[in-house]
């Protein structure tokens, strides 16, 4: 079974250029989650999506970063423009119900 | 106060000791409750679920004390393999999906 699906795994961009992640959730999972993680923060919620409709997004650091669940399959995170703070690797994750998250293998951002 | 805090680490033990981490949340309406092992540079992977009435998987038991607001996790017979950082998650929002991860609490096991 396909678990989570993330693209690109890699991307060096410049500052300033924007730069969207993309997240395919298991089939059947009606909540979808981004998170950041970095060495000195951790593991940080960023939004959480349920049935396509984005409930929290107080964990998104700035008005330059945007989620969008257009369906239930596709997610797409935006940065714009990006900084090299934002440098990190981005998870994308699913879960069905109450049950546990399953993540992606992230994207690792590096904005020079 | 975090919303979620792990044992500080490194916990750094012998091959066969037993290791035991917690984890403290601070909301008292908080459900669902896992530990995840996470190796260096890989996504974190569910290790198991925690139920109130506590569970194990093998040499893995994890339990949850609602009244103190922790849960924990017990590693028996630890292997190098065990080596890895353990994170707790805990859904702080009674069930809409809050699920907020602790910092990690790194495990290394020598021979």
């Known amino acids: 079974d396909a678990g989570v699906i993330q693209s690109p795994r890699h991307e060096v961009t410049e500052m300033g250029q924007e730069v969207t992640l993309r997240c395919k959730p298991i089939?059947?999972?009606?909540?979808l989650f981004w998170y950041r993680q970095t060495m000195m923060r951790g593991l940080e919620l960023l939004i959480y999506?349920?049935?396509?409709?984005?409930?929290?997004d107080s964990g998104m650091p700035e008005d330059r970063f945007s989620a969008k669940m257009p369906n239930a399959s596709f997610s797409t995170l935006k940065i714009q423009p990006s900084e090299p703070r934002d440098s990190a690797v981005y998870f994308c994750?699913?879960?069905?119900?109450?049950?546990?998250?399953?993540f992606g293998e992230g994207s690792w951002l590096t904005v020079v | 106060r975090k919303e979620v805090e792990q044992d500080p680490g490194p916990f750094n033990v012998p091959e066969g000791a037993t290791v035991a981490f917690n984890c403290t949340y601070s909301?008292?309406?908080?459900?669902?409750f896992f530990w995840y092992r996470q190796d260096c540079r890989k996504e974190p992977k569910l290790l198991m679920s925690?139920?109130?009435s506590g569970n194990e998987d093998g040499r893995f038991t994890a339990q949850l004390n609602r009244a103190s607001q922790y849960i924990s996790l017990l590693i028996r017979d630890s292997k190098l393999s065990d080596s890895a950082t353990y994170l707790c998650?805990?859904?702080?929002?009674?069930?809409?999906?809050?699920?907020?991860f602790g910092a990690g609490t790194r495990l290394a096991v020598h021979p």
């Open positions: 999506f349920n049935n396509n409709v984005p409930i929290d």
């Open positions: 998650v805990v859904d702080l929002s009674g069930g809409y999906n809050k699920l907020i």
């Open positions: 994750a699913s879960r069905l119900g109450g049950g546990a998250i399953y």
């Open positions: 925690v139920y109130s």
């Open positions: 909301n008292s309406a908080s459900q669902s």
């Open positions: 089939s059947g999972h009606n909540s």
